[in-house]
């Protein structure tokens, strides 16, 4: 499975922007997805995922202003982030597991085979 994310940019706080996440391959449907972020000098960090029977967990952080979604015909996994925080800077990461999770796993960075490239997200204040 390849992953190739997009969609990042510079945006004022408030502001929305949306991920997208491409997949390569013919069981993306199976695949629990996942963005994770990354601050300078910080770790990764786990953002939101959806499985593949369409269970949805967030961070904190987030819940109530991003939102992750899938299209399992276009195997495009994406996340609207509205309501942007300068806190929300950050390069952003799709990753991918086939495996059937459980919740304490679903949040881990090492629970996931494959991971995208990254996108750069910065929100100025």
């Known amino acids: 499975v390849q992953l190739q994310a997009s969609g990042g940019g510079l945006v004022q706080a408030g502001g929305s922007l949306r991920l997208s996440c491409a997949a390569s391959?013919?069981?993306?449907?199976?695949?629990?997805m996942v963005w994770f972020r990354q601050a300078p000098g910080k770790e990764r960090e786990f953002v939101a995922a959806?499985?593949?029977?369409?269970?949805?967990h967030y961070a904190d952080s987030v819940k109530g202003r991003f939102t992750i979604s899938r299209d399992n015909a276009k195997n495009t996994v994406y996340l609207q982030m509205n309501s942007l925080k300068p806190e929300d800077t950050a390069v952003y990461y799709c990753?991918?597991?086939?495996?059937?999770?459980?919740?304490?796993?679903?949040?881990?960075?090492?629970?996931?085979?494959?991971w995208g490239q990254g996108t750069q997200v910065t929100v100025s204040s």
């Open positions: 990753a991918a597991s086939p495996k059937r999770l459980i919740l304490s796993e679903v949040r881990n960075v090492q629970a996931y085979d494959y």
């Open positions: 391959g013919r069981i993306f449907s199976t695949y629990t």
């Open positions: 959806i499985r593949s029977g369409g269970g949805y």
